[in-house]
Every structure is written in C-alpha cells, then in structure tokens.
C-alpha cells in the first residue's frame, strides 16, 4: 500500500493544531501501511514514533472479552449463568429509578440476575459517570469514586435499568475483568501477560508502565475553551486495587495491531490459538437481538462528546465490538467491528475486505471534532489505497 494519502492526512491534521499521531495497516498478509506524524507532546517535544505508547483506555475492553471467552472456551465461564456466585458484588444488584424531593436515590432490586453475557454487551445496566447525568449525581451524592481512580469501591453501583433491557455504555466489562480473575485464579494484569501478551509478542502493553515503556509514553492533551489543546497530566494509578477491565491498558500501535491480527486470523497468529475460530465468529455477530448500540451521552463534556456512532446506519454490539450493519460513507464494509479508546484512540476490523487499522491519538475530550475529522480522512485515504 502506498501511505503517501494516509501520511498527508496525518500531516494536515498537525498542520490544523493536532499534536500528532500513528497510524497502521494490516491485511491478513502483515503490515501493509504504517505512518508517523507530529510530537509526542505539545509541551515537551518529541517525534512520534510507531514505539510510542499510548494510553488506549477502552480499546481494552476488546482484550477482557477475549479473555473472558477463553475462560468460557475452558468451561471455567459461562455465558448465560448468573454471576452473582462468583461474583458477590453482583448478587443483589439495585436499579436507581431517580431520586426523591431532598435528593436521596430510590432504588429498588433488579427483575433478574446479571450474566457474563450482559456484561460484555453492555446490556447489564451499568453504565458510566461521564456518559450518565443520573449516575453522576448518584456517584457524587453517594462518594462513588470514578472507575478511572482504579479503586474498588468504584463497583459499587447501581444499575440504570434491569439487566437485557437496553444497550448503555458503562463498566460491565470492568466486572467482567473481575469475573475473569475469580474465575482463573490469577490479577488481570498476569492473565493478560500469560495467556494474551506474551503468545503474541505485545511486549509493550500493560496495566503498569515499565521504565522503558515510560520513555516512550505520549502526552495528554485536552481541548481548550478557547479551542487550544494544552498538556495536562494524567496516567492510569500505577499501584491500583483493582485493574481496570475497561479501560486500563497502555500499548503501542504495533502490539495492538498484533491482538487485531489475532482476531482477522480467526483467532490464531504468531503460532498461538489466542480463541478457537467459533469464539472469534461469535464475537462478530450481533449478541443484542432487536436493541441498538453506539450511543453515549455526555455528563462531563470536558472528558466526552455526546456521540452516536454511525449515524443513519443500523449498529449493534457483538462480544467486544461495535458492529455497523451496513456500508459506512468513508469506506469500512457492512459487519466491520470496532471501538475506540476515551483518549482518541480507534481501530477497526474488516473482514470483508480482510482489513484491520489502528488510528492512536491522545487528547481529551473523547469525540473531539479534530480527532474525528482525522479519523474519517484516515479510513478514507485506506480504502482509496486498497482500490487503487
């Protein structure tokens, strides 16, 4: 593939005040496209490099619904079982249904349990503060701290509707993460390692920076009122309580490029049978029946955009990955899977077109209208390489 549109799509976006940012492609042959632009850091220049680590936050999620479907595959999970067993936390869950005249919450039990199933499809009823004003309000009256802080007191919420009942982004695949511990015996951090990482040669993702990984690690950025990007200081709790499932993990473009092969290759690469090939069709097809998937509102703007994914298009939620039910504008196939990371970061498979791509940026807020812009131009400079 000729990266040189890829490359200057890259480069017009640093040119209009975006820091900079990797990009990568690959067919089920290898990397075919890699491209490279601008700095690590506003602050503290530096070029990027495709060694740069980023922050992918819930790019993640994909790599817990991996683990959790091999601890299924083992017979150690099971899809449609209540957790509540193996998971204490998850024996009586609360739906809030609002709030009285002086602000306390009016909860009441949920009409049935929650399973592996709701969790990784986003069906359970959790959801996220910065998505939900109602759980916001909850989270601040109640103490709640943020699943970002990485403590455990963060699990304890309520539910925004019963269990099956709609599609809500939030922190089921935390829990999830949570079941694959109870369930292995092993923290995330050395489950990733063992039976995910290590078989694929991601020697650059984890939960816990490394001095090396340190060193290559991009800055934050957020979004300015006056429209600006500033460096802010942020970074995952290096000595966390519990590691966050959801949106923990740091990584480069070429070892999240290496997982996404994993999955266009049915579930084997580098000589390791990651997931069977049943598992990895599994993941593709829609998991949520009649419900719709792909919109998140936004509770705290500085952090996220209201966005609708795909809008016009039919999206559902298969087991890790947002599914576009028809052909999308920039390019991507009809049953092309995808997420993103709150930082900006993104990636998508196309197995139509035996195609996967990863775009990592790393600024707030998450839907920032540059990034996307950058977004749309990267898919489109791919597929017009791919036709050419």
């Known amino acids: 593939m000729d990266t040189t549109a890829i490359e200057g799509v890259l480069t017009a976006a640093v040119a209009r005040g975006l820091p900079g940012a990797v990009a990568m492609v690959a067919d089920r042959g290898g990397v075919i496209g890699t491209a490279t632009v601008g700095v690590r850091d506003l602050a503290q220049p530096a070029p990027m490099s495709l060694d740069t680590v980023f922050w992918i936050a819930s790019m993640t999620k994909p790599v817990t619904t991996v683990a959790a479907l091999q601890l299924v595959e083992r017979g150690k999970l099971a899809l449609h079982a209540p957790l509540g067993d193996l998971l204490p936390g998850l024996a009586r869950p609360q739906v ?15 009409r049935r349990p929650i399973t592996l199933h709701d969790l990784l499809t986003h069906t359970s009823g959790f959801g996220y503060d910065f998505a939900s004003k109602p759980l916001l309000d909850y989270m601040r009256q109640n103490g709640t701290p943020s699943i970002g ?8 919420l309520p539910l925004l509707f019963d269990p099956g009942e709609r599609w809500e982004y939030g922190i089921g695949i935390d829990w999830a993460g949570q079941a694959v511990e109870a369930a292995s015996g092993e ?4 489950y990733f390692r063992q039976h995910i990482f290590a078989p694929l040669g991601m020697a650059d993702s984890g939960f816990r920076l490394g001095a090396s990984q340190r060193a290559r690690k991009v800055g934050m950025h957020q979004r300015q009122a006056d429209g600006t990007l500033a460096s802010i200081a942020h970074e995952v709790p290096q000595q966390p309580e519990v ?15 290496m997982f996404l092969q994993m999955l266009l290759h049915g579930g084997r690469f580098h000589e390791a049978e990651i997931l069977r090939p049943e598992s990895v069709a599994m993941m593709a097809r829609n998991q949520i029946g009649p ?10 703007p500085e952090m996220a955009a209201a966005v609708e994914m795909f809008p016009g298009i039919g999206k559902k939620w ?8 028809q052909p999308w504008m920039f390019g991507r196939s009809a049953g092309s899977l995808t997420w993103a990371g709150l930082a900006n970061t993104n990636f998508w498979i196309d197995p139509a077109r035996g195609i996967a791509a990863v775009l990592m940026q790393q600024l707030l807020p ?6 996307v812009q950058l977004l749309c131009g990267f898919e489109r400079a791919v597929y017009d ?4």
């Open 96 to 110: 809030l249904e609002g709030f009285t005249a002086d602000g306390t919450p009016r909860l009441r039990p949920a």
């Open 149 to 156: 802080t990485c403590q455990r007191a963060a699990f304890a």
């Open 187 to 190: 923290n995330l951090e050395a």
């Open 243 to 257: 590691f966050m499932g959801g949106g923990g993990l740091y990584a480069t473009a070429p070892d999240y490029m």
């Open 291 to 300: 419900l719709s998937a792909g919109t998140i509102g936004s509770a705290l």
């Open 318 to 325: 298969g087991y890790g990955f947002l599914i576009n039910e």
């Open 366 to 371: 998450s839907g920032d209208e540059a990034a």
């Open 385 to 388: 390489g791919l036709n050419e």
